[in-house]
């Protein structure tokens, strides 16, 4: 009885941002590759470094995770949700609802303008749109936070620096509260002083919004700023054919 | 949104997209020109003869003698006597008749002769009648009045004397009867401009020394004294009637082709121009279809474009999807894309043709009599340009498919 109660206790903890279990997948086609993972999780509100090499099975992983690819056996949840037992067009809705997502770099449609692009996900996704409220304040309140300068915000994307263009990638990922931020290499393209600069700012906004971050990385001197670390050979095995 | 990000793209690629436009609106132009000719020139060849209810000759086929009556193309088999053609205008139902008398040619014109009437009931382009550009209408037996092609041609001016042949591509030239240009006519654009046209008189008294197509040795009759001769003609070649009710055309059709005393033929203008049309219209048509073929040819260019943009635009698609698009939404975009530039294209094609059109109407009027009206656009037009975007939709469909299938592939990680 004591257990149950135990175990009642612990449900009551809110469930992990993301769950993946028991996962395998291979790329179809010629190439061998193969990843298997027994079990990640990210919790609410947690920052998790991911640390790999490149061929590492990294991208794969957030492809898995995003739902832009099926893994051909486990459970990926998101939010509660399995997504593997989604459409594909219900999965794309989701990933709009549920994940901000920030790349190494090219974020930005360039030929768009800066509030097109931080509203992008709002389009795919009704229910994070009404989160996000009046989405054109919730925008100009974002790149405010973010310390972007008032005027980009009508400005054409490629008309900002790398470093301009990244923190607006995060406000795009933050817009509407999504509850997960995946971020693949975001500082890679930025010099050592905008890294720390970007990642205050990243941390910053992360936790006002109460936000989980998954961040993937080969660098390790970032991780003492993480609440914990992974190590990409830990979790997941990776076969490939010889070439 | 989607749609403006779709047109913001389109700007960023400006040159590419500018040229594939541009080649769309070229076709376009091009083919709604050629459909524009084609309907022009169609209309001004029924406007070659309008006002006349029926033309009248010897029995043959109705495309024959429209052909040589109107158009002053081949011969006539037979002449039309005289009495039947006074049995004809005595008609109470006749409201004016003009006889036509063919057979003698000026160089390489025609030359006819008529009556005085011709040039008040002769109407070409909804009712234009003949104007002249110089001199009078003839009023003396060896007066002649040209066409505009004639005058050009042959450099005449009005009191030039000239020679009249007889038959036609002849050397028998009628030396003994030189004629003097009294007038010569405004262009029209129909065969009037390549005829020379003299009195029905004229063309007896030119005859005069002549029995069976040949000169009569030794025998040439002075000017002055054919002037004294009964010159009255004893045949016609054919002649341009006017009733007084359309409603008695009929009528007088069935009652002319039942005449007893002679084989005569009356035909309605408008229906052996059209018959007629059906046989020359031919050619129209090819040529729409060939310029129709541009029009597929600008599409393939546009689709072959969409396809080598594609690699460059994998990055733009992998955001598009991590942001939550659908691979169909990628689809659309790109049908989007192709759809709008085949609008542009197809509107500004259009707009291409209307400043054609006033530039060059001035100039095929004068110089083809070819009158090209400016209209607005018409329905016809309007389904041409909803066929280029649909057909634009459809040609991009391929390259929209295969983005479709690389967007499914790659997910939203592109290895850059």
Known sequence: MRRFSICGAFSKVTPPVLELSEVGFHWPGRTRFALSLSNFTVDKGETVLLLGESGSGKSTLLSLICGTILPHKGTVRVAGTDITMLSGGARDRFRAEQIGVIFQQFNLLPFGTVADNILLPLRFAPDRRKRAGDAKAAAAALCEQLGLPADVFAAKANALSVGQQQRVAVARALIGRPPLIIADEPTSALDANSQIAFLDLLFQQASANDTSLLMVSHDPRLAERFDRVVRMEDIAQI????A | MILRLAIASLFARALTVGMTILAIALSVALYLGVEK????????FADTISGTDLIVGARSGSVQLLLYSVFRIGNATNNVTWQSYQDIAARSDVEWIVPISLGD?????RVMGTTQDFFEHYKFRQGRSLGLAQGVIMDDLFDTVIGADVATTLGYNVDDPIVVAHGLASFTEHKDQPFRVSGILAKTGTPVDRTVIVSLEAIEAIHVDWQSGAQIPGQSTPAD???????????????????????QT???????????EEPLLAILPGVALQELWGIVGIAETALLAVSAMVVVTALIGMMATIFSSLNERRREMAIFRAMGAKPMTILSLL??????????GAVLGLAFLYVGLMIAQPVLDSAFGLWLPIDAPTMREAIVILAVIGAGAIVSLFPALRAYRMSLADGMMVKT
Not at chain 2, 37 to 44: D, L, P, Y
Not at chain 2, 105 to 109: A, I, L, M, P
Not at chain 2, 227 to 242: C, D, I, S, Y
Not at chain 2, 337 to 343: K, V
């Open chain 2, 37 to 44: 000719v084609r309907t022009g020139a169609k209309s001004s």
């Open chain 2, 105 to 109: 040619s000026h160089r390489q014109f």
């Open chain 2, 225 to 247: 004294v054919i002037r004294m001769m009964e010159l009255t003609p004893k045949a016609v070649t054919a002649a341009l009637v006017g009733v007084d009710s359309p409603l």
């Open chain 2, 250 to 260: 009929f009528a007088l059709q069935r009652a002319i082709n039942e005449y007893p």
């Open chain 2, 335 to 344: 049908v989007l894309e192709a759809m709008l530039m085949a609008a542009i």
């Open chain 1, 239 to 242: 076969t490939r054919a010889a």
